[in-house]
């Protein structure tokens, strides 16, 4: 055996660095809009960076942060911060980024965090997030180097559901390992619970809270990643139409929605009171709601409720044949800090990165984008009716 401080034989050192080079981390590009506190640049990429330890969940990062690049630099000074803590480059440009400087792609994966940041709004109150051009200029790396590396798109793919789709083809066509989405459907379930593969899904109601787009957007990805269990598999959606204010209310006792879903859901949370509120406090403790009304293509009719200031939390209900009451959860989000939801998310980002596979489909998040779309053009046509044969998105779970 050798002693202290003895020479090791050549043959010795290229084990030892096979084995450094078998445990290397894989290595992140982080592209994202704007980085400060409580961003999703920070609430995912400092978890990277740093672990994330909450309640059951003990995060270790199985990756590394490589580089980054910060599209709104004079607002994200602890992006910076952390970047030289943790000897991050910054790059002036994505393409620089995911190069590393070079002239080739040097990392395995590719974040793409737009959300948040000064960006305008469209005449219908779409957030115009530069998530197209993310990726357009990340994707153009890899296709000039004909080397697929998989992406991570957080949140909805685009405010425009052409714009989403023309992103999912590009990756298909370059064969990039892709994945999109939020917390909500990695989240913590309050009860436990899962719909089983081929359930027979009669009714379906989701409740969210917050900013018609950007909250109605977790609202429909709790919805969808229940709702693609059904038997059958996703079929897409033949039509969206988006109800406010006293249109909501007046749907509801129409049997557009059902108020027995809504109940069920409201059991699971924070004040399972609120399921036995009347209908006229339900109403009086709601302010401004809007109703996304779902029809999909094989007849599932759905609805998903934003009650804000009723609720401050996600929920799902549903009805299954054969069953007489509903079926309901809660999507937990950890409301403060270290936000444990996103280290859930980071687990499935680094799914995709070491499996090189998406966990769950894509299309998850391009049919809940277009949805929100028609949703969004429906709520400012005055709740009209907008036929969708563009989403005819189907899939079904690996």
Known sequence: MAGAGACLAPQSIRVEAQVVAAVRKPRLAAVVTEYRENSHADVIVTKMLEGCRTLDL???????????????????????????????????????????????PAVDGVLLIGEHGSYPYNEIGQHLYPRKRFFDEAAAVVAAANRPIPFFNDKHLSYDFHQAQAMVDEARRLRIPFLAGSSVPVSWRKPDFQLEAGARLTSALAIGYGG??????????????????????????????????????????????????????????????????????????????????????????????????????????????GREAPVATQFWLQEGKPFGHFGRLCQAIERLVLEKRAPYPVERTLLTTGILDAAMHSRADGGAVRATPELNVTYRLP
């Open 58 to 104: 003990v995060y270790e990062p199985a990756v590394s942060i490589a580089s980054l690049y910060i599209d709104q630099p004079k607002t994200s000074a602890l992006g910076l911060e952390l970047a030289a803590k943790h000897r991050v480059p910054v790059f002036q440009t994505i393409a620089e980024a995911i190069r590393l400087g070079g002239a080739a």
């Open 212 to 321: 018609t787009e950007a909250y109605g957007f977790h609202a429909l990805e709790g919805l969808q990643c229940m709702v693609e269990r059904r038997a059958g598999g996703e079929t897409g959606v033949r039509s969206v139409r988006c109800l406010s204010d006293a249109a909501v209310w007046d749907a509801g006792d129409r049997g557009m929605w059902s108020w027995d879903l809504l109940r069920a859901a409201l059991k699971t949370g924070p004040k399972p009171e609120l399921a036995g509120a009347s209908v006229e406090q339900i109403r009086n403790a709601t302010r401004k709601p809007d109703a996304f009304v779902v029809e999909y293509r094989d007849g599932l009719k759905a609805t998903v409720l934003m009650l804000y200031g009723l609720v401050t939390e996600f929920y799902f209900a549903g009805s299954l044949a």
